[in-house]
Structures are given as C-alpha cells and as structure tokens.
C-alpha cells in the first residue's frame, strides 16, 4: 500500500468533494489553521480511547449526541449549555439504567459540514451549489452564498474553539457537579409523565454519592467535573487535514480537531479520499454503516481503518431503520465476527427512520427510532453480540422537528418550531424520554451489561 501522509487522500476520489474556485485561497487559509493551535490533545483523544475499548468490552456505554449540523449562530451561550445539559442527564440516567460508565460524546465543535444527496439545487428554474453547511457555503439561495468560501474553514475553527471553551469549562464545577443532579433538573417539565421518575434517579444517584462519601470521609473531586468529548463527521478533508499533526513524544499522527472523528454513509468507500485519510490517523474513528454496506466492503473497511485491532479504534454506527435492522443487522454482526476483530457498536436510530409528510417537512417519528433502538438491542443480544451505544440526533431546545414521545408534537404542530435546516432532531423532552426508556430497557434486559 502506497505510504500515507495527510494529503495522501487528494490521490483518491473524495465523493462530496467541494470546487472551491480559487485554491491559493484554500491553501492561505489551511496554511493559517495549521499554524493555530490545536483543539484538542493527543492525550484526551488517548483517553477517549481507551474508555472506548472499555465500553467495547462490555464495561461501559457510548452516549453520542447533538445536532445533524451545528450552525455558526448557534455558537452562543445558551445553545451550548443546553446542548450540554440535555447530554449529561441522559448520561445519567443511562449510568442508572447500564450501572457502567458513560462516554459522552457530542456531536460538536465542529459538526460543521455535510453530504448532499445532490451537488445542486433547482429552484424556479435556477441551479445553484447545494447548501452544504456553514462550514462549506451558506444557505441563502444566492450565487455569492452558495459558493464555496475557504475562509469560513477558518470561521469554523474559531466557532469550534469557542464552542470548546466553553464547554471546557460547563464541565469543570458546577454546571457539571454531580453533588447536584438536581441543577440540571431547571427545565424539564413538571407536567410530564416522566417527570417523576427522572426525579427518583436524581434522587437514587444522589443518595449514592452521599453513602459513599460518608463511607470513605470524603467529598469526591473526581464528581465535581464530567468529560465530554467532541466528534464530527469528517466530511472536509481540507479541514481536518490542516490540523493533522505528530506530537512530541508519541507515535504517528492526530487530527487534532476533534476527539473522535466519523466517516459518513455517503464516504466509506474503502477505495475513497475519506476512507485514506481516517486510515492514518491514531484517533478512535467511526463509521457509518448503512442498509447498503456489502460484506465486502465492510472486511475491506475493517482491513484499512482497524489493521491491528487496536482496543478502542472503531466504533461501527450501524443506521438501518426499523424496517430493515432485524434483517441486515446480523449479518454485519456476523461479518464482522468473521474478521475476528473487535468493534464497538453504536446504534443510530435516526437516519434510517427520516420520512417526509404529505406537507412537505422532513421529520422522524419517536416510535420508528425507539422501534428500532430495542430491535438492535435484541438482535445484538440474540447473537450473543453487544450493543455498546447510541448515536442521536438532538438539540438541547423545545423545537418541533420530530414527531411523538410522551408530550411531543404531532405532525400538525411541526411547524411551530422548527429551526433544523437539515435532519430533524429530537428536542430537550424527547431526548430525555429516550434516554429515560433506553435505560429502563437495559435495566429490565440486564442484557448490555453482560460481559461476554
Ligand atoms: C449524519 O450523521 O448527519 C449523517 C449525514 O449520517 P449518515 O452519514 O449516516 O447518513
Ligand atoms: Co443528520
């Protein structure tokens, strides 16, 4: 195999690949993001990691969430905190339901960019570049917006790095303290039928901390901060590559834009630029799996991306849909099992469960994804497998993009609040709600926590 290098991905062909009109501009501002710092560090990537192969050997619980695409506008305050907030009471409640650790990682800081089913876009008669995130063009539908802009590569950068910041710091005291699960309680409904029972696990998980502290005679630093790691897909090659590192005193080379990069449906072509690129690098790497994914090309991937078996490198995010996961499911289990290596699989109920309505809105209903949460659930467990996390779509705020769930909207009610310029996302409720069934699920099965 030809050697790799960070560019080496530019000798292959890169599906969703941007024209970029004028590439000594591209190559100023990579030249830029190169020379800044980095946004994360090979040691929390490490650590990532390692918590990975843990969970991945039964002893812990991915909780991988966030928008579909981050917008630079939402690099505010309370969108980040919210964001934030809702990942960490469903880590919490997960914690209860797997009693394993929990990893959170948000799709964040990053989750700039994204695949299109189609380069372009019609409307009236007129075909422009389609929007592909605000880290590639903007959305207004005009030939200036629309045409790919390397500066806001650079834009992107910053908004992720203040986006990190503050999430740096949400983590380390009291936002995050787990001496007072009861903080994090501010907004959720009192009304709701769920409401009750998130209060008793508050209740149970603070009662623990009490009891164990009281025991040992000390008040705990280590609950006084919680990690939470970022990921992106890693759709702009350009991006990553410009912050692709060797760092002092270990082996090889990191992407050093986010902890856990992933290789989107659309880009897990084993002969591919985005396949080449995640190959060389030593971050933990994800790839989504689809209905389409052939046995072939899922050894190939696994061949390329996961050689020596490393613990904790890949995490396989199969999306399916609740029509298809009992049926194509166990044989990528199976596959994989034939290639004798591990991975840690993460299921992501949500985009084999988009549909649109006879309105014209695209939304995703909360029975279709918990359909086919308990599915994967059942067929892992069946096959003697283990499902070792979810991968949700979801926001922090009361918007009005996905359909159901105990107090959500009806298909009628979409359009009161609905804000996503992409894939529709569960909000703050119904995230809560899925966490909250999710855990009951795993405590009833017991099943997950089985160490096999
Ligand atoms: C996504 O995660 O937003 C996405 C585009 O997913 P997929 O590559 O699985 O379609
Ligand atoms: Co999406």
């Known amino acids: 195999m030809p050697p790799w290098t960070p560019d080496s991905w530019k000798t292959k062909d890169a599906s969703q690949a941007v024209a970029y009109p004028d590439p000594e501009a591209l190559a100023r501002v990579q030249a830029e993001i190169s020379r800044l710092p980095p946004l994360v560090t090979s040691w929390e990537v490490e650590g990532l990691k390692q918590q990975l192969a843990q969970a991945a050997r039964g002893e812990g619980f991915l909780l991988q969430g966030g928008d579909c695409a981050e917008s630079f506008d939402d690099c505010a305050p309370d969108s980040i905190a919210t964001k934030f907030k809702i990942l960490l009471q469903m880590s919490l409640l997960l914690v209860h339901g797997t009693r394993t650790p929990v990893v959170r990682v948000g799709r964040i800081a990053g989750q700039y960019a994204k695949p299109r089913s189609s380069a372009t876009e019609e409307r009236d008669g007129r075909v ?9 063009n903007c959305s207004p539908f005009t030939p200036e917006d629309r045409t ?12 992720a790095s203040l986006t990190l910041n503050f999430v740096r710091a949400l983590a380390d005291g009291g936002f995050a303290d787990l001496h007072h699960p009861e903080n994090w309680d501010v907004s959720f409904a009192k009304d709701s039928p769920l409401h009750e029972e998130y209060r008793r696990i508050a209740q149970a998980i603070k009662d623990s901390i009490s009891f164990m502290e009281a025991v040992t005679r000390t008040r705990s630093q280590l609950l006084q901060r919680v990690d939470l790691y970022t990921s992106h897909e890693a759709l702009s090659l350009e991006y990553e590559q410009a912050q692709t590192r060797q760092v002092p005193r270990r ?37 989504k799996v689809g209905p389409a994914m052939g046995d072939e090309q899922l050894l190939r991937l696994l061949d390329l991306l996961h050689p020596d078996d490393e613990p904790g490198r890949l995490v396989l995010i199969h999306r399916l849909g609740a029509d298809r996961v009992q049926d194509e499911l166990p044989r990528l289990v199976e596959t994989v099992r034939r290639s004798g290596k591990t991975v840690l699989w993460c299921a992501d109920p949500m985009h084999g469960n988009t549909e649109t309505t006879a309105a014209g809105i695209k939304t995703r209903r909360f029975d279709r994804i918990l359909t086919e949460l308990q599915a994967a659930f059942e067929v892992h467990d069946a096959l003697g497998s283990r499902l070792a996390g979810v991968h949700i779509e979801l926001t922090g705020d009361n918007v009005t993009e996905c359909i159901g769930g105990a107090a959500g909207p009806t298909e009628q009610e979409l359009h009161l609040d609905y804000r996503s310029k992409v894939d529709p996302r569960l909000n703050y409720h119904q995230a809560l709600e899925m966490a909250l069934l999710i855990a009951r699920h795993l405590r009833r099965d017991g099943s997950p926590q089985r160490a096999r």
């Open 128 to 136: 422009l570049p389609s929007y592909r995130g605000d880290l590639v």
């Open 148 to 159: 790919p802009d390397p500066t806001l590569l650079l834009r992107g950068y910053e908004r």
């Open 251 to 287: 082996e090889g080379w990191y992407d050093l834009t986010t902890h856990l990069p992933w290789i989107g449906m659309r880009t897990a072509q084993p002969d591919g630029a985005h396949v080449e690129y995640c190959r060389g690098i030593r971050n933990p790497i994800g790839v």
